[in-house]
């Protein structure tokens, strides 16, 4: 990698102009409508499902909020969004029931009234009589818009959302179920945010992985390295890793790159264990026993602990197997030995979480191997176990 002086670099003019540039460009905010929300009942998942969607179209959230059913308290966190953010996606309070009333709150929002849509009664009426679901009066209040409203069909549930622009923001209203959020966006939300905001460019993520640091001690690492980095960094704990990424637009990409190889320059100097972006250990391992025709992939979870089964069986693939072999009086089963074609991978984490044994074998590999910990043993139970099962899946990739 040349050489490069950043403090030079980002004293240029240019490299301010990029920094201005990326720091004032367009974001969006969330709102969810909903006192099962504000009082813990289910988890705010929208929020994170709008994220995804809107990072490739350039736009990142300036601000997620969540709101009770509370006409005064969802009118505050609108004109809120509206002064921060150039788009304000909404979701939640579309319904037919007493407590769905975001659309009045829109038009309030607006000084806008509602108005009557035929053609929403219309196709309403057909939904719910091809599921023979009675149609009832209160079901006429999902058929009201905003005066000037753009509406984008669901095919999956009976809102249909809906587009209006204030003085200031670009409003998005959906109903609050995931699926029908999903449908509404591609039946032509998706379509005509990228049209408001076609010069905007995408919101690219580089990010690493790095097993066996905590998250100070990554930062102290990469931090004398970063002071002049122009773009939007952050850490996360994902354990067993310690995620680090930067974020940058799609026409900063270039520069980017440059950071990129200078942050993969520090952790090789440590000789640190890491792994970028989306690249994913057991995945890994489930596509290299396919390439090598195993069949089938048999994994044995002979301490029949938790955290083994929790992280094979949340990728595991149909064609795969996955068992745990722990006697009633708590002794580990004998082994087995795998039929033609097979490959039989073999987990036991001591009860210590101190060491964790592994077996690979087929017709032509039985490799044994114990692996220590080398975190302290007053480490979390929890990062201990995971630590020692990333450490054992990075050695049978290398092994398979």
């Not at 969607?53 to 509370?70: H, N, R």
């Not at 929002?109 to 939904?127: A, G, I, K, R």
């Not at 818009?145 to 069909?153: E, K």
């Not at 692996?371 to 990062?383: A, C, G, H, T, V």
Request: proline fraction near 4%; glycine fraction near 4%.
């Amino acid at each position: 990698m040349r050489s490069i002086d950043f403090n030079i670099f980002f004293d240029s003019i240019g490299a301010t102009i990029l920094l201005y540039t990326y720091m004032n460009k367009p974001t969006y905010s969330f709102i969810a409508i909903g006192t099962e929300i504000t009082t813990g009942q289910i988890l705010n998942r929208n929020s994170q499902l709008i994220a995804k969607k809107m990072l490739p179209l350039g736009l990142e959230a300036g601000f997620q909020i969540a709101t009770a059913d509370k006409r005064a308290d969802m009118l505050n966190a609108i004109r809120f969004a509206a002064s921060h953010s150039e788009l304000i996606i909404i979701s939640g309070g579309l319904g037919p029931t007493s407590d769905d009333f975001t659309r009045e709150v829109i038009a309030e929002f607006l000084e806008q009234p509602l108005l009557w849509n035929q053609s929403s009664w219309e196709d309403l009426n057909v939904f719910l009589s091809e599921r023979e679901i009675p149609i009832r009066e209160m079901h006429k209040q999902e058929c009201y818009f905003p005066t000037d409203a753009i509406i984008i069909p669901n095919t999956v549930g009976t809102a249909k959302g809906f587009l209006c622009q204030s003085k200031n923001a670009l409003l998005a209203v959906l109903p609050g179920p995931p699926i029908e959020i999903e449908s509404i966006w591609e039946n032509g939300l998706e379509t005509q945010i990228k049209q408001r905001f076609s010069n905007v460019s995408p919101l690219l993520m580089e990010k690493w992985n790095v097993l066996g640091l905590a998250e100070s001690e990554l930062a102290q690492i990469l931090h004398g390295g970063l002071t002049h980095c122009p773009f939007e960094n952050a850490y996360r704990i994902n354990l067993p890793y310690i995620e680090f990424k930067i974020l940058f637009s799609q026409d900063q990409q270039s520069l980017a790159m440059i950071w990129s190889n200078q942050i993969e320059t520090i952790l090789k100097q440590h000789s640190l264990v890491y792994f970028k972006n989306n690249f994913d250990l057991l995945k890994n391992l489930f596509i290299s026993a396919e390439n090598h025709n195993f069949k089938p992939v048999t994994i044995i979870n002979r301490s029949a602990n938790k955290t083994i089964r929790q992280r094979i069986l949340a990728d595991l693939p149909y064609s795969f197997f996955y068992h745990e072999t722990l006697s009633d009086d708590g002794y580990l089963n004998p082994t087995r030995e795998p039929n033609s074609n097979e490959l039989v991978i073999e987990l036991a984490l001591d009860q210590e979480c101190f060491n964790l044994s592994y077996q690979i074998k087929s017709a032509d590999l039985n490799i044994n191997e114990t692996i220590n910990s080398p975190l302290s043993k007053r480490s979390r139970k929890e990062r201990l176990e995971k630590d020692l099962l990333e450490r054992a899946l990075i050695k049978i990739n290398n092994q398979l």
